[in-house]
Every structure is written in structure tokens, then in C-alpha cells.
């Protein structure tokens, strides 16, 4: 390759990464999240809810009907280790399917049960 060649690569790929930086930096401010948020939706859902599923969980002063406090206690303990393993690399996650479908189908099944 002749130099001119690289240096039009160069400043090709250069203005890209500036212009996709920028974007992401602008989607943030105005949005709060980027496009590249986008590409792991999954996990980002699991990071923005675990924490709130946590305090809810240290909160939590009302259990649904036909709950026992244990019951109540056990399955708010599912679903947020659900959360955690989505939380962790793509490979632990196939490693702990049967537990995030579990407490998957959990927050699924009480989710209006998520109030205080």
C-alpha cells in the first residue's frame, strides 16, 4: 500500500470513531442510553433492575395473597439471582439457564406483586 492510500484509511476510520464517540456521547445526554446500549438490551435491563430489585427486596413489608413471608422471601431471592446471572458473562449465563428462566417466569408471574 502506498502511504497516501493508509493515510486516507487512516483518516477514514479516524473520523468514523470521532463521529460514532460523539453520537454516543450526545444519545447519553439527551436520552440517557446509546444505540450501542442496544446491542446487550438484556443486560441492560438486568443492570438497571437488579439494584432496585435488591432494595425492594430490603424494603418489602407486603407479601401478595396467598403467600407465606417465606414464600414471599424465596421468590424475591430468584428472581434477583436470575437478574445477577444475566448480569455475569454470556458464557455463566448458559451455565445458570435453568435458574434465570426460573426467576424469569417468577418476575413474569408477580410482576403487580412489585409494590409496597
Not at 476510520?13 to 442496544?38: A, E, H, M, N
Request: hydrophobic share 40%.
Amino acid at each position: 500500500m502506498n502511504d497516501k492510500r493508509i493515510e486516507r484509511i487512516f483518516k477514514q476510520t479516524f473520523s468514523q470513531k470521532i463521529g460514532t464517540t460523539l453520537r454516543s456521547i450526545w444519545q447519553s445526554i439527551t436520552r440517557g442510553w446509546t444505540d450501542v446500549d442496544l446491542r446487550d438490551l438484556d443486560i441492560l435491563i438486568a443492570r438497571d433492575m437488579l439494584p432496585k430489585l435488591r432494595r425492594f427486596q430490603e424494603l418489602n413489608d407486603c407479601i401478595p395473597g396467598g403467600l407465606t413471608e417465606e414464600e414471599w422471601k424465596a421468590i424475591l431471592e430468584q428472581i434477583c439471582r436470575a437478574f445477577e446471572f444475566i448480569c455475569q458473562e454470556k458464557e455463566k449465563i448458559v451455565e445458570h439457564k435453568k435458574d434465570i428462566d426460573k426467576g424469569l417466569e417468577l418476575f413474569v408471574k408477580h410482576y403487580f406483586d412489585l409494590w409496597r
